[in-house]
């Protein structure tokens, strides 16, 4: 059974620095969601993609966090200058229509 | 905005027994009910969802019922086994737009042999 992966699995980086998640979707998804989870706490939903733009996002999907579907495969995310407090796991999900979500395994992100 | 309470946050039940875990929602335009499963360190997977124009629904030992009037739904687990423990997370959400998913604070359920 097709499922969505993501890379890397486990991300330290030093606070103000760069990342991109990564997320390869299942093939015949048209939908895309990246959701965060503190340790210990709720999935939060951050931004929702579809036809190649952001169709909502969240409080948390600030400035510092943009989407793009570079190549038609991978969907990415970019924080720009990370925080501390962006230290969590953050997972894809994909879906065929507005409808059943499948999540990746997720990247847990840490900063120093 | 969607608003979704779940209890209880932790639960314990002897190996066999049943298990229910309870979820409210505030957005009364909110129509489809998944539950995700999530042991430790690994993803969220889908186990049963249910949407509002269905007020039960059934797989082998699990069960989700939807009181759209009161704005609730539960999971129910029967005979319910060791590798059921996991945290099991409710989620609501408006189909037809584009779907984001609104979870409850999620219930770590322990069954013990």
């Known amino acids: 059974e097709p499922e969505v992966t993501q890379t890397p699995s486990h991300q330290v980086t030093q606070m103000g620095q760069e990342v991109i998640l990564r997320c390869v979707p299942i093939?015949?998804?048209?939908?895309f969601y990246w959701y965060r989870q503190i340790l210990g706490q709720k999935v939060e939903f951050l931004v929702s993609?579809?036809?190649?733009?952001?169709?909502?996002k969240s409080e948390i999907f600030d400035d510092q966090f943009s989407v793009e579907r570079p190549d038609g495969s991978n969907f990415t995310l970019k924080i720009r200058s990370t925080k501390l407090e962006d230290s969590a796991m953050y997972f894809c999900a994909t879906a065929v229509q507005a409808d059943t979500q499948y999540f990746g395994p997720g990247t847990r992100l840490t900063v120093l | 905005g969607e608003n979704v309470e779940q209890h209880p946050s932790t639960l314990s039940v002897q190996e066999g027994d049943s298990a229910v875990i309870k979820c409210t929602y505030s957005?009364?335009?909110?129509?489809?009910f998944p539950w995700y499963k999530q042991e430790l360190g690994k993803r969220p997977q889908l186990i049963i969802d249910?949407?509002?124009?269905?007020g039960e629904k059934k797989d082998q030992r699990i069960a989700v019922t939807l009181n759209k009037t009161a704005k609730h739904f539960s999971l129910h687990i029967t005979e319910t086994q060791p590798e059921d423990s996991a945290v099991y997370f409710c989620?609501?959400?408006?189909?037809?737009?584009?779907?984001?998913?609104?979870f409850g604070a999620g219930t770590r359920l322990a069954v013990h042999p």
């Open positions: 989620a609501a959400s408006i189909t037809g737009g584009y779907n984001k998913l609104i």
């Open positions: 093939s015949n998804h048209l939908y």
């Open positions: 957005d009364s335009a909110s129509n489809y």
């Open positions: 993609f579809y036809n190649n733009e952001i169709s909502e």
């Open positions: 249910i949407r509002s124009n269905v």
